[in-house]
């Protein structure tokens, strides 16, 4: 699909690997739920949570009677607009290149080109739309938690909720929830960047950084170098060693381009992101427009560049450009429309109505933080209703629960609740 942007290569695994994941472990569990329910005769299981993408949990614990619960790290208006397709995938694909910038039908604000598959020629492979089918279906499971806010999307939340016929809980955003001790980063950080950015003005910095799973070309990174360059505005850039297709790192900048931009830039291979996010001199962030990532830029109250690459992202960006309008979406990946993306973001009038925005969603994800918001109530009601759960189980034996979870923040903070 043709939507202005060249070059990616998405390096997260297929859809053939992610069933063979599915498959492959389900014996694995099966044998380790046998050893806690059979062999270690004093504990017994409660539930399991298990993220979404890891369907087979739900298998397994439909085969030992153990209640499942799935946890969905995506935004409620990403998994609505894949079952709206699911019920009807002939109304959308295939469709006509002449159609992409044309509303999606019963998907508004979407369009043709913020489908949230990958698209191939204009439609989406068998196989794909069988494997987010396995993703959305909650099988046997009681009931389903969510990274979101209740207030943030409440319509499309009950409309789901319609669908599912399961208790929802809406308890994010988790990162909040959870208090960490340390990073659940994977890559290095490199903390060397927040001493940059205390020498830098408050709100002066964009934060550039498009996430840990895409490769994009160097036609892209240069586009990019020279859209960054040409706005005179201050950045942070992570370029993540084999993010750029055929290179490990960041070799491939033109030569003239750390001359030009002195030390209004900096480039790192990662950044500490949560952090850098809640650094007064950070005035933007240019994002893929991940679900955690956007939820981390709101709750700092840092408006958004969006450069949407696939799935959830092109959701997310649709809905942030067009009903929450947090942010502008970068429709072309060119130096000179980065420029100006940039320079209407940090300096004009326009990015400081969008700033006041981003400051209200923050201070409404704060009150549902508080004793009685809607999140802290939904989590207070999740450990009531898997307490319920536990009251099936005969006494006095002890409860174990176990937490299955693709995203490390997700994990630790159910454990904590």
């Known amino acids: 699909m043709d939507d202005g942007f060249q070059g990616i290569n998405i390096s997260f695994p297929s859809v053939e690997n992610l069933y063979s994941m599915n498959e492959n472990c389900k014996a694995h569990l099966r044998d380790y739920l046998v050893t806690m329910m059979e062999e270690e005769c004093n504990q017994i299981i409660a539930c399991i949570i298990y993220d979404n993408v890891m369907f087979f949990v739900d298998d397994v614990a439909t085969q030992r009677k153990v209640p499942s619960i799935?946890?969905?790290?995506?935004?409620?208006?990403?998994?609505?607009?894949?079952?709206?397709?699911?019920?009807?995938?002939?109304?959308?694909?295939?469709?006509?290149?002449?159609?992409?910038?044309?509303?999606?039908p019963d998907l508004h604000p979407?369009?043709?080109?913020?489908?949230?598959?990958?698209?191939?020629?204009?439609?989406?492979?068998?196989?794909?739309?069988?494997?987010?089918r396995a993703m959305c279906d909650v099988g046997s499971s009681v009931a389903t938690i969510w990274n979101m806010m209740q207030d943030l999307e409440d319509s499309t939340l009950l409309r789901l909720q319609k669908h599912y016929k399961v208790p929802f809980f809406p308890i994010g955003p988790f990162h909040k929830m959870a208090h960490l001790a340390s990073s659940t980063?994977?890559?290095?950080?490199?903390?060397?960047?927040?001493?940059?950015?205390?020498?830098?003005?408050?709100?002066?910095?964009?934060?550039?950084?498009?996430?840990?799973?895409?490769?994009?070309?160097?036609k892209e990174l240069i586009e990019t170098a020279w859209g960054l360059a040409n706005s005179e505005n201050q950045f942070l850039w992570v370029i993540r060693p084999g993010s750029i297709s055929g290179f490990q790192c960041a070799e491939t900048l033109p030569d003239s381009f750390e001359e030009m931009i002195g030390e209004r830039g900096r480039v790192v291979k990662w950044a500490p992101q949560k952090q850098v996010l809640a650094h007064p001199a950070v005035g933007g962030f240019y994002t893929h427009c991940g679900w955690n990532s956007m939820l981390q830029s709101i709750c700092e109250e840092v408006p958004m560049i969006y450069r949407p690459i696939l799935a959830d992202q092109l959701v997310n960006a649709r809905y942030l450009t067009q009903i929450y309008k947090v942010g502008f979406e970068l429709e072309v990946n060119e130096r000179t429309v980065i420029e100006k993306t940039i320079r209407k973001l940090m300096l004009s009038e326009e990015g400081k109505d969008v700033k006041k925005r981003v400051v209200d969603m923050k201070q409404n994800i704060v009150a549902g933080m508080q004793i009685d918001g809607a999140s802290h109530t939904n989590l207070k009601d999740l450990v009531d209703f898997i307490s319920a759960l536990t009251s099936r189980l005969p006494p006095p034996t002890p409860v174990v629960g176990v937490i299955m979870s693709s995203n490390h923040t997700s994990s630790k903070c159910i454990r904590e609740s």
């Open 70 to 104: 799935v946890l969905c790290t995506f935004s409620v208006v990403f998994t609505h607009s894949m079952i709206t397709i699911f019920q009807q995938p002939k109304k959308y694909f295939p469709f006509e290149d002449s159609q992409l910038l044309d509303p999606l």
């Open 110 to 132: 979407l369009r043709y080109k913020d489908v949230p598959f990958f698209v191939i020629n204009n439609t989406v492979p068998e196989a794909q739309l069988e494997f987010r």
């Open 185 to 218: 980063s994977i890559p290095q950080e490199d903390n060397s960047c927040i001493e940059w950015l205390d020498k830098q003005a408050p709100n002066s910095v964009l934060y550039v950084s498009l996430g840990s799973l895409v490769r994009i070309d160097n």
